[in-house]
């Protein structure tokens, strides 16, 4: 009997041990572990920011020869891919007339032949000037203020992988009405380079903020509080981590300027799987995604 009582007793405390092992390993297994930080350091740089807009190569000058009445062609006197001159004689009609270039350029779209008889308001060829282009963007009235004449822009063009500089030659007096949004046409002369053909894609870039040898952190850096307002996380006494709030500036949306609250190659952390931007985190002056490449 008494050997009946001792096994039964060993069983019991035996299985109150193992329910304690179990109850441990779930504690530990459910306790959330502890959030890694990475580290960053803060580093004197410079930022610049950029208005991003689309459009297409133009030409600055073209003229559309067209007969003002009814003719005939006697003589054709250049042929397409000449260049001419102002002044330079391009056709003579059989009345003694002569049609002469307006502008200097490339002969473009010789539609009439010798000895042809046209209509008034035939177009018998261009003019085009290739050598001076530009480029017409539609910018956002609210953007139109950050931008001047004579304010250089950058211009990269795609299908030749080329980019250029230019400068604004004029901004329109009046907008134009899209969908409820007012805009404005900025014109842009462009640098001569080669291969640069008139319809070509084109983005620009214009500077809209630059700052230089300012305090800079990467935005994932920078956390916000339940007010949007910035902060980080630094080593405290005793391996402990503290929060400083800060004053930011402007960023290029990989690269944030902090006004007050780091030093320059000071120690930032941040959580590792955590990191938070707020909802007034703006890209520092850019109307659209692409900053700086």
Do not use: C
Request: proline share 2%.
């Amino acid at each position: 009997m008494s050997k009946k009582r001792n096994t039964k007793f060993k069983w019991i405390v035996t299985g109150m041990i193992a329910v304690v092992i179990v109850g441990v390993a779930m504690t530990a297994l459910m306790k959330p572990a502890p959030l890694a930080y990475e580290s960053v350091v803060a580093k004197t740089g410079d930022i610049t920011t950029y208005y991003s807009f689309s459009g297409n190569v133009e030409t600055k000058d073209r003229q559309t020869v067209t007969a003002d009445k009814m003719m005939q062609v006697s003589e054709i006197k250049v042929k397409e891919g000449d260049l001419v001159e102002e002044g330079t004689v391009l056709i003579k009609t059989t009345s003694g007339e002569e049609i002469k270039a307006k502008i200097r350029g490339e002969v473009a779209h010789l539609n009439v032949d010798e000895k042809a008889q046209v209509m008034a308001g035939t177009q018998l060829l261009e003019v085009v000037d290739y050598d001076n282009l530009e480029i017409q963007v539609k910018v956002d009235e609210y953007d139109i203020a950050s931008l001047d004449k004579g304010k250089e822009a950058s211009i990269k063009i795609g299908a030749i992988n080329k980019e250029i500089k230019g400068k604004i030659r004029s901004i329109s007096k009046e907008g134009q009405i899209i969908n409820g949004v007012t805009f404005f046409t900025a014109t842009i002369d462009l640098e001569k380079a080669e291969n640069i053909r008139i319809g070509m894609s084109a983005e620009v870039k214009v500077v809209s903020n630059e700052v230089k040898g300012v305090i800079t952190l990467p935005m994932t850096a920078i956390q916000f509080d339940e007010n949007n307002k910035p902060y980080v996380f630094k080593n405290g006494e005793k391996d402990t981590v503290v929060k400083a709030d800060i004053e930011t500036g402007i960023n290029d949306g990989t690269t944030v300027e902090v006004k007050s609250g780091v030093v320059s190659e000071e120690k930032i952390l941040y959580k590792k799987a955590a990191a938070t931007l707020g909802t007034d985190f703006s890209r520092g002056g850019m109307n659209r995604p692409g900053g700086e490449e």
